[in-house]
Nanobody, 125 residues
Framework: QVQLVQSGGGAVQTGGSLRLSCVIS????????LAWFRQAPGKAREGVAA???????TYADSVDGRFFIAKDNTGNTLYLEMDRLKPEDTGMYYC???????????????????WGQGTQVTVSS
């Protein structure tokens, strides 16, 4: 069974940086997508960054150029590097895995089957 365990996050001021980590275990899929989502209070969960196992990343327009998704060399840890943070980046962040060969909408939450427990990111002005 796939498990994703997150760490990182916290509180920073506008313009600061944070890095989130997501350790993946039990993944036996050859083709899959990994992604980061966030959810602010009262809002729907939105995808911020996604990456097919061996493909290029996809970013939401709101974070493009500020957030970066990457895996370590073993493929067992997923990262989200967040720079130039803004108050509107505040929310609960989740990592997720979709065992799919292809996703037309890699930032769509309904495509993902396995989720991390979530970690809070708070950006103050």
């Amino acid at each position: 069974q796939v498990q994703l365990v997150q760490s990182g996050g916290g509180a920073v001021q506008t313009g600061g940086s944070l890095r989130l980590s997501c350790v993946i275990s039990g993944n036996t899929y050859y083709n899959y997508y990994l992604a980061w989502f966030r959810q602010a209070p009262g809002k729907a969960r939105e995808g911020v960054a996604a990456k097919e196992n061996r493909g290029p990343p996809t970013y939401a327009d709101s974070v493009d150029g500020r957030f970066f998704i990457a895996k370590d060399n073993t493929g067992n840890t997923l990262y989200l590097e967040m720079d130039r943070l803004k108050p509107e980046d505040t929310g609960m962040y989740y990592c997720a895995l979709a065992p799919r060969d292809y996703l037309a909408a890699s930032l769509g939450a309904t495509n993902y089957d396995f989720w991390g427990q979530g970690t809070q990111v708070t950006v103050s002005s």
